[in-house]
């Protein structure tokens, strides 16, 4: 049976959660003391070099002056939000960075509909709804009877700016494969959102991170980099990608939703743990959000526009 495009863009998304989700244990892994920022622009880098076989022979593979521009953009976009997030860290409560996270979806819906890569969807938005109370749930679990105070200061703004740009670069993505500025293959899109984003996080990294932090890499951090860059990373932008060009930017950033059920799963395998029952209804509620959302999306054209 032929699966239509839409469809693989849903269960490329789905792989997406999965390896997302399976990262945070392996990124566990790494040496204490390590710049986050460099690590990340490393990461970004590898996964470039990764994707260069693909795309060295397509006739596509060099933007255009108004591609470079896009792709600094979107490069703009991605440092913005790992800075963000790693500025976070040890300022905000992780049960805020949670419920501030699940407001990227909806903020990618409305960018949508305001640069009009978005259909209006009454439908999608009950489903964002939905979600958004699950992984509400599955962050006051995962608090278990911590500090569940939500705030919001300056660093909390700091964040949202983050989600914020993270939304847009999906809004972004799909604006300009719609208008023939990106490279209409999702191959070449991927590599130069990471080129663009590793030559932007590392220059906040030289900027904010001493640069000598980076000889405490021992032999594993590299192997491990080295997993995360090829196969996390660019398979991840790929996939992202991917599911821009079939997909609404709402629908493809409402995988976020996914991550911390898989996350947890990964972190039981890996590190046998109890279980209680608090989070049985965040995960299904979640899981229940995932289903319409594949449900929505199959029973309606989504977007025209396809990627390779």
């Known amino acids: 049976m032929k699966i239509d495009s839409t469809t693989n863009a849903h269960i490329g998304m789905l792989l997406w959660a999965l390896i997302v989700g399976t990262s945070f244990p392996a990124v566990g892994l790494l040496s204490h003391g390590l710049p986050p920022l460099l690590l990340t622009a490393m990461r970004f880098m590898i996964g470039a070099l990764a994707m260069l076989p693909m795309i060295w022979h397509r006739k596509d593979r060099r933007p255009h002056l108004s591609g470079i521009l896009l792709y600094a953009i979107l490069g703009l976009c991605l440092a913005a939000f790992f800075g963000a997030m790693f500025w976070a860290a040890h300022r905000v409560t992780g049960l805020t960075m949670a419920a501030l996270s699940v407001s990227v979806p909806v903020l990618a819906y409305a960018f949508g509909r305001l640069w009009g890569v978005e259909p209006p969807a009454p439908r ?6 939905l979600g958004t109370f699950g992984s509400v749930v599955l962050a006051l ?4 009877g911590g500090d569940v105070q939500i705030r919001f200061g300056w660093d909390e703004a700091v964040f949202f700016l983050g989600c914020f740009s993270l939304a847009l ?9 719609g208008r023939h500025i990106l490279s209409p293959s999702s191959v070449v899109r991927a590599f130069w959102s990471l080129v663009a984003g590793a030559f932007l996080i590392a220059a906040a990294g030289l900027f904010l991170e001493p640069l000598a932090l980076l000889s405490r890499l021992e032999l594993r951090d590299v192997l491990l980099l080295s997993y995360l860059g090829a196969c996390s990373t660019g398979a991840t932008f790929w996939l992202l990608q991917r599911g821009a060009g079939a997909l609404t930017p709402g629908t493809v950033t409402a995988y976020n939703y996914l991550v911390p059920c898989i996350s947890l799963l990964a972190t039981v395998l890996l590190r046998p743990v109890v279980i209680g029952f608090e989070w049985v209804p965040g995960s299904l509620l ?15 054209s989504d977007v025209p526009t396809q990627s390779r």
């Open 124 to 129: 999608l938005l009950a489903i964002f709804a």
């Open 141 to 144: 679990a995962q608090n278990n």
């Open 169 to 177: 670069y999906t809004v972004l993505s799909k604006w300009g494969l």
């Open 286 to 300: 979640v899981i229940t959000a995932i289903a319409l959302l594949f449900h929505n999306t199959a029973s309606r």
